[in-house]
């Protein structure tokens, strides 16, 4: 079984990694690129979504926080003519790039790029051994250093809620032990322990270390505040009629989306203790189903597809409200990269 990835890539295990763009048709439905409309691609990564939407006559102002990404994205700008930039940029920061008139349509394709993963000095992979940086920007805390010098709390935190690893204690107590005597520094020692302290049943469908690793990973690059400050500022940069489309690949990011889209729906706020008194007025509505899954045909010939998850959702006239994290119920992780222990 392949490990989840993100971003349309899969890891079968031993295996080559390949990209497929998951719900690409979806995608392209949800959006309606065409002639005169400018989107936004939040996630360029490999340039799959890019390409397509540009193809279909758009054009398309592309983000992305790795540069290798720009880099690899410079032949694809000068292919087209002034209807595709690209810039080095993180996505919670896509509101700096909006034209004046705003933009038609925002998607945003949560995980992680090719090139991060083929490359064994990233450290995003344990089937590749490398460094354990996992930074995608590559600078900041890497992986190492929190595996290193977060307490053993910060650990079982990090790893239960972000990878929600049921067995985060025992790993979090075997880190502490195994670094007392010697660092980790590449992915296969970290897998390599991960494995022997929770070995792989023959019922598992994914490595040991598949949830330890997306919890670094997400926690190093604070995934989850970057993924929540983009729809803020796409709340801000789409024009009446925009849409946002987001594909997510796993629980907590899904789980994001369909918070910051329930809250932005109009309806007020209220329980059976408290009645509703009055209607916000809606800055997103509902486009299509509330959330579109891959097709069997997809997730047959992509296992990485089966895990997709696609919400959409158009722009109204209203004001942008103000950002206010405490609609998702999201822990306070941010002193844990203060490495306090």
Same mark, same amino acid.
């Given at each position: ?69 720009i880099a690899g994205g410079q032949a694809l700008v000068a292919s087209r003519g ?148 983009? $729809?803020? /500022? @796409?709340? *801000? +940069?789409?024009? #009446?009629?925009? &849409?946002?489309?987001?594909?997510? !690949? ?16 109009g309806r007020a706020a209220g329980s059976r203790h408290m009645p509703m008194v ?31 998850? $696609?919400? /959409? @959702?158009? *722009? +109204?006239?209203? #004001?942008?409200? &103000?950002?206010?994290?405490?609609? !998702?119920?999201?822990?306070d992780l941010a002193e844990i990269n203060r490495m306090g222990g």
């Amino acid at each position: 079984m392949a490990a989840d990835l993100g971003g349309g890539f899969t890891e079968a295990d031993g295996g080559p990694i390949r990209h497929i763009p998951v719900l690409l048709k979806e995608v392209l439905t949800a959006l309606a690129p065409e002639p005169g409309k400018v989107i936004l691609d939040g996630t360029f990564g490999a340039g799959g979504y890019t390409a397509a939407i540009l193809d279909a006559g758009a054009d398309v102002i592309a983000l992305d926080r790795d540069p290798t990404a720009i880099a690899g994205g410079q032949a694809l700008v000068a292919s087209r003519g002034g209807h595709l930039a690209l810039h080095h940029a993180q996505f919670s920061n896509l509101d700096q790039f909006a034209p004046d008139g705003g933009l038609d349509g925002i998607v945003l394709d949560i995980g992680v790029s090719s090139m991060q993963i083929d490359e064994a000095e990233r450290g995003f992979s344990f089937q590749r051994n490398g460094p354990l940086d996992m930074r995608m920007s590559g600078a900041g805390v890497s992986a190492a250093d929190v595996v290193n010098r977060a307490k053993v709390s910060d650990l079982i935190r990090i790893f239960g809620f972000l990878g929600e690893e049921k067995q985060s204690g025992r790993i979090a107590r075997a880190i502490e032990k195994r670094r007392a005597n010697e660092p980790f520094r590449t992915t296969r020692d970290l897998a390599g322990m991960i494995e022997i302290v929770t070995p792989r049943k023959a019922k598992d469908k994914i490595h040991p270390a598949t949830r330890v690793f997306q919890a670094l990973r997400i926690f190093v690059n604070d995934e989850l505040g970057e993924l929540a400050q983009a $729809l803020f /500022a @796409a709340e *801000r +940069s789409l024009k #009446p009629g925009g &849409r946002l489309v987001v594909v997510t !690949f796993h629980s907590l990011e899904d789980r994001i989306v369909k918070k910051f889209l329930s809250d932005r729906d109009g309806r007020a706020a209220g329980s059976r203790h408290m009645p509703m008194v009055h209607e916000r007025p809606a800055t997103f509505e509902p486009l299509g189903k509330t959330m579109v899954s891959a097709s069997e045909e997809e997730a047959e010939a992509n296992p990485r597809a089966r895990s997709a998850k $696609l919400r /959409a @959702a158009v *722009r +109204s006239q209203a #004001p942008a409200e &103000r950002d206010d994290l405490s609609i !998702f119920d999201l822990p306070d992780l941010a002193e844990i990269n203060r490495m306090g222990g």
